[in-house]
Nanobody, 124 residues
Framework: QVQLVESGGGLVQAGGSLRLSCVAS????????MGWFRQAPGKERELVAA????????DYADSVKGRFTISRDDAKNTVYLQMDSLKPEDTAVYYC?????????????????WGQGTQVTVSS
């Protein structure tokens, strides 16, 4: 199994930036494709960004394209989500997830392991 721990969330003004980190332990991260999801109060969990196992392919929700960047550093067993030009509608709990597969999935049900989440709040 792999354990995932997110960090880097917080309170930021609209237009600001945050970088979320997801550190894996228990298994090497290089075996997994990774996703970042978010869930706002009263809303369903949604995919924000995903990256495949070798880092060569990524995907983003339309709402974050051009503002968010997912990356991975397998030597550090860490996946990042750089969030720029943040908007109040980005406010949510952000989760990282791992799938034991070569490619990423868009559906949260396909991911095997989840972190506990980190809160991101963007004030207007």
């Amino acid at each position: 199994q792999v354990q995932l721990v997110e960090s880097g969330g917080g309170l930021v003004q609209a237009g600001g930036s945050l970088r979320l980190s997801c550190v894996a332990s228990g298994r090497t991260l290089s075996r997994y494709s990774m996703g970042w999801f978010r869930q706002a109060p009263g809303k369903e969990r949604e995919l924000v960004a995903a990256i495949n196992r070798n880092g060569g392919s990524t995907d983003y929700a339309d709402s974050v394209k051009g503002r968010f960047t997912i990356s991975r550093d397998d030597a550090k067993n860490t996946v990042y989500l750089q969030m720029d030009s943040l908007k109040p509608e980005d406010t949510a709990v952000y989760y990282c997830a791992a799938a034991l597969t070569t490619t990423y999935y868009l559906e949260d049900s396909r991911y095997n392991y989840w972190g506990q989440g980190t809160q991101v709040t963007v004030s207007s």
